[in-house]
């Protein structure tokens, strides 16, 4: 996956599987430091096998299908930008998945359209609750998929107009906190 958003959609998509119904994306961002972390956690179950297991391209959770490359493709774009990738138990009680990698590395993928991520993965799913938290050295700033749905108008809170709010506010929220990079 070129866009590290692509694996936080299929990181929410492993989530939405398990029964999740809160689902929390955290991104920090320190130039300062020269880091860049993502998490993904959420309400689930939890990992039901050891971290070694979850993160073999060769197990799979999935019915009919034989790998499971997700995970290690993480791993995998993680380490070549001089980090790692972390699974545990989240705070929210399921599945957390943490990559820290450097964010100057010239292999480290672009972060690619979270906005439409996050809101794709609230519109497709209405009872789930899919949150967004951005730290970076400008600032920071949090958006969730109840909240949004909550501020728009009565008649107007479905699927379609919660994604599009949501793309919005992360786009503008991005933009403040992260600025110069195309959202």
Not at 25 to 40: A, G, K, N, Y
Not at 61 to 71: M, N, V
Not at 85 to 111: I, N, Y
Request: charged share 20%.
């Amino acid at each position: 996956m070129r866009d590290l958003s692509l694996h936080l959609a299929d990181l929410m998509e492993n989530s939405l599987r398990a029964g999740a119904s809160v689902i929390t994306v955290t991104i920090e961002v320190s130039c300062q430091d020269d880091r860049l972390t993502l998490r993904v956690e959420d309400d689930g179950p939890g990992f039901t096998v050891p971290p070694e297991v979850a993160l073999d391209p060769f197990y799979t959770t999935k019915e009919g299908k034989r790998t499971g490359l997700g995970l290690s493709l993480m791993r995998a774009a993680a380490e070549r930008a001089g980090g790692r990738l972390v699974l545990g138990r989240s705070a929210l009680g399921g599945a957390l998945v943490a990559a820290d990698m450097q964010l100057s590395h010239p292999d480290r993928g672009p972060l690619g359209n979270v906005a439409a991520t996050v809101a794709s993965a609230a519109g497709t799913s209405p009872g789930v609750d899919v949150r967004l938290a951005v730290t970076a050295d400008a600032g920071a700033f949090s958006v969730s998929a109840s909240e949004t749905a909550a501020g728009l108008p009565e008649g107007g809170r479905g699927p379609v107009a919660v994604a599009r709010e949501l793309t919005k506010r992360i786009a503008a929220g991005m933009a403040e906190v992260w600025p110069g990079q195309a959202w």
